[in-house]
T-cell receptor, first 115, second 112 residues
Framework: DTAVSQTPKYLVTQMGNDKSIKCEQN?????MYWYKQDSKKFLKIMFS???????INETVPNRFSPKSPDKAHLNLHINSLELGDSAVYFC??????????????FGPGTRLTVL | GNSVTQMEGPVTLSEEAFLTINCTYT??????LFWYVQYPGEGLQLLLK?????DKGSNKGFEATYRKETTSFHLEKGSVQVSDSAVYFC???????????FGAGTRLFVKA
């Protein structure tokens, strides 16, 4: 009964390849996110989707393309991988609205290593 | 724009020491404030939260009070344990909840 799940947990690939990371949440939330965490643990928002609509795109290279087939899923596809893409990628979800709770639930992360 | 500043780490303490991790914020309106914790090899998880001025969030012996006059949300614990070793993130959420701003994280090491 994992709340936010991601696959794969580890991803090792060569420069120039294309790869995807999948995320699913079973919390009934309407908002999902992708974050990138670098080696110094700095967490940077990449994308946010609300009810399958893109609402935040934080100047991420267009090699990164998120796709949200429904409210429970937000996948991340990366084209032409570069060395600098090596990081841990976290998916998260939350419920928007006026409740002022807005806490985010994070997946376990996907460690991407580009060789 | 909104921002969160927290003290740089690492912070190294002996078991049973008192912990303070400072966090200040800049925001328009009335954001909600959070502390998240990340244990090694895991994703972030919510530690505590506060949604309005003077609210105190608490969990697992940790506390933080929403201070609007000083725009702060400092994390405290009276007696840390080795198992508290982790990275702690201060964060704020805008009114609509679509975007959460995270601080840079503070790594805590607790020695036995």
């Amino acid at each position: 009964d994992t709340a936010v799940s991601q696959t794969p947990k580890y991803l090792v690939t060569q420069m120039g390849n294309d790869k995807s990371i999948k995320c699913e949440q079973n919390l009934g939330h309407d908002t999902m996110y992708w974050y990138k965490q670098d080696s110094k643990k700095f967490l940077k928002i990449m994308f946010s989707y609300n009810n399958k609509e893109l609402i935040i795109n934080e100047t991420v290279p267009n090699r990164f393309s998120p796709k949200s087939p429904d409210k429970a899923h937000l996948n991340l596809h990366i084209n032409s991988l570069e060395l600098g893409d090596s990081a841990v990628y976290f998916c998260a979800s939350s419920q928007s609205g006026t409740s002022r709770l807005h806490e985010q639930f994070f997946g376990p992360g996907t460690r991407l290593t580009v060789l | 724009g909104n921002s969160v500043t927290q003290m740089e780490g690492p912070v190294t303490l002996s078991e049973e020491a008192f912990l303070t991790i400072n966090c200040t914020y800049t925001a328009t309106g009335y954001p909600s404030l959070f502390w998240y914790v990340q244990y090694p090899g895991e994703g972030l998880q919510l530690l505590l939260k506060a949604t309005k001025a003077d609210d105190k969030g608490s969990n697992k012996g940790f506390e933080a009070t929403y201070r609007k006059e000083t725009t702060s949300f400092h994390l405290e614990k009276g007696s840390v344990q080795v198992s508290d070793s982790a990275v702690y993130f201060c964060a704020l959420s805008d009114t609509g909840g679509f975007k959460t701003i995270f601080g840079a994280g503070t790594r805590l090491f607790v020695k036995a």
